[in-house]
């Protein structure tokens, strides 16, 4: 079900950053792991980052290791996605999703997504 709220998607420059956010009124974040994905035009929706509920963070993609940085607010209830060094083929809807751990296959809450396009 859908309780999750990203913000922050839009048009970047090539070589940009970005900083999108993931907020709940209704689901405590903090107690939950928080997966981001993204979803590339023509492509398949890929998980893109982890940070559990100790705040560790696991990075799924090679092509993002070096490049991004996720954390949480506990007090905002929001959890942030952070990359540099944006390339075009960063382009894609990015979206949250909370579980009980950074490897479930049943997320317990989605966000609907936010579109981000790098380009000139």
């Known amino acids: 079900q859908l309780q999750l709220v990203e913000y922050g998607g839009g048009l970047v420059q090539p070589g940009g950053s970005l900083s999108l956010s993931c907020a709940s009124s209704?689901?405590?974040?903090?107690?939950?792991?928080i997966v981001w994905f993204r979803q590339a035009p023509g492509k398949e929706r890929e998980g893109l980052l982890c940070?559990?509920?100790?705040?560790?963070?696991?990075i799924y993609v090679d092509s993002v290791k070096g490049r991004v940085s996720a954390s949480r607010d506990n007090a905002k209830n929001t959890v942030y996605l952070r990359m540099n060094s944006l390339k075009v083929e960063d382009t894609a809807v990015y979206s949250c999703?909370?579980?009980?751990?950074?490897?479930?296959?049943?997320?317990?809450?989605w966000g609907q997504g936010t579109q981000v396009a790098v380009s000139s």
């Open positions: 999703a909370a579980g009980p751990w950074c490897d479930t296959q049943d997320f317990d809450y």
């Open positions: 940070i559990d509920r100790a705040n560790e963070t696991i």
């Open positions: 209704g689901v405590t974040l903090q107690y939950y792991a």
